[in-house]
């Protein structure tokens, strides 16, 4: 089993910043992808960022040159930051792990973004 647990959501000023985490702990294969996807009320889970074994990186349009997606292997995390936020971030952000395995997801973390 593949165990992903989120922290660092919360509330924001417009144009103020959040670093969320994601601990990843079980049954971690060697090869394998991390993400970030968000939901907002009423519209489906988006890709935000990815990173994989390699640690190539793709961000969805929305948030390129505002937020980073990093990894700290020796952990087992994963961050993004995110910078510049706007009201039209506000969603639930959720860890992704792929494996060969499967897809596993974290619980979710609230950001909300809002003056």
């Known amino acids: 089993q593949v165990q992903l647990v989120e922290s660092g959501g919360g509330l924001v000023q417009p144009g103020g910043s959040l670093r969320l985490s994601c601990a990843a702990s079980?049954?971690?294969?060697?090869?394998?992808?991390m993400g970030w996807y968000r939901q907002a009320p009423g519209k489906q889970r988006e890709l935000v960022a990815r990173?994989?074994?390699?640690?190539?990186?793709n961000y969805a349009d929305s948030v390129k040159g505002r937020f980073t997606i990093s990894r700290d292997n020796a952990k087992n995390q994963v961050y993004l930051q995110m910078n510049s936020l706007k009201p039209e971030d506000t969603a639930v952000y959720y860890c992704n792990l792929d494996n060969p395995i499967g897809r596993y997801w974290g619980q979710g973390t609230q950001v909300t973004v809002s003056s």
């Open positions: 079980g049954s971690i294969f060697s090869i394998y992808a």
């Open positions: 990173i994989t074994s390699g640690g190539s990186t």
